[in-house]
């Protein structure tokens, strides 16, 4: 087996273990879902159940460690072999892989709508302060904090 391709491989199945339960794993799991749909292998709804079936594992356990340690070796198999047979996905590894935990490459997505003379607040990392009319107390606007528009 080729060294890097199994570097690559564990790296990816890391960072697939490691999103199981947690907010980042819908995209993640998608991600995974398409990389082995792009490379013809065909599984796609059994791939689909394999990924939910172990993130509900992760999820309920009561040591979700010990589960993602068992599954990390099924799924460096796995990609190892999606490797091997289409190198093609190999960017794909390399982006999911250098994402995890490391926020380098890490998208996230949202879309905010406001209507009918509505504000939004939004936040997508970190703590948000919003100061207005009303607002007593501890939680009223420092005075050298310009108040929100």
């Known amino acids: 087996m080729n060294d890097e391709l199994t570097v690559l491989a564990e790296a990816g199945a890391t960072a697939l273990v490691t999103a199981m339960a947690t907010d ?41 460690d010990e589960v993602r340690r068992t599954l990390f070796a099924y799924w460096t198999l796995e990609l190892v072999a999606l490797l091997r047979d289409d190198p093609a996905v190999r960017d794909a590894v390399t982006r999911l892989a250098a994402a995890s935990g490391t926020g380098r490459e890490l998208s996230f997505r949202q879309t905010i709508t406001a209507r009918d003379s509505a504000a939004v607040f939004v936040v997508q990392h970190g703590t948000q302060h919003a100061y207005g009319p009303g607002a007593t107390g501890d939680r009223g606007r420092p005075d050298d904090t310009p108040p929100v528009a």
């Open 24 to 64: 980042l794993w819908q995209e993640t799991r998608n991600t995974i879902v398409g990389l082995f749909r792009r490379s013809g292998r065909g599984r796609r709804a059994a791939l689909a159940t394999q990924l939910d079936t172990g993130a509900a594992l992760v999820r309920d356990a009561a040591d979700p």
